[in-house]
């Protein structure tokens, strides 16, 4: 697979989890899934452009103890395809969809490239960039 089209992919699920578009999200980690069981090392080394997202509860939900757990949830769904591990993305995504329409409203999302994604243990990180942290 073209190193582009893999970063649109990842790209494109991590859009699909931002949306709280679960049932698709499911589905495009499972396909990925069985892509990256192929012959090329996927997901590569160098993530290029592949975008993320982190997630918060609006400044008005603060307070919303079910919330932090979603939100605390997404943000490992987020580290999990930074890590590659597209399996448990299907899975977890496939929990979560039914309260999915009850929490994503009251979201606040900031994108992030995969280089500089919360968490220092990235597998999508570059080899320079695993050196800075």
Not at 4 to 32: K, M, N, P, Y
Not at 76 to 88: A, F, N, S, T
Not at 119 to 131: V, W
Request: glycine share 4%.
């Amino acid at each position: 697979m073209n190193p582009a089209c893999q970063d649109r992919s990842l790209s494109r699920l991590a859009r699909l989890i931002r949306d709280g578009s679960f049932h698709e999200a499911e589905a495009v980690a499972r396909t990925l899934d069985r892509r990256k069981n192929s012959t090329q090392a996927w997901p590569r080394a160098d993530p290029g452009e592949v975008v993320l997202f982190w997630f918060e509860p609006r400044p008005d939900q603060a307070h919303n103890g079910k919330l932090r757990k979603w939100v605390g949830a997404l943000n490992r769904l987020m580290r999990k395809i930074v890590d590659g591990d597209l399996q448990e993305v299907a899975r977890v995504a496939a929990i979560m969809k039914t309260y999915a329409h009850r929490y994503t409203p009251l979201l606040v999302t900031r994108a992030v490239p995969s280089a500089r994604f919360p968490g220092a243990s990235c597998r999508l990180t570059s080899p320079a960039e695993r050196l800075k942290v």
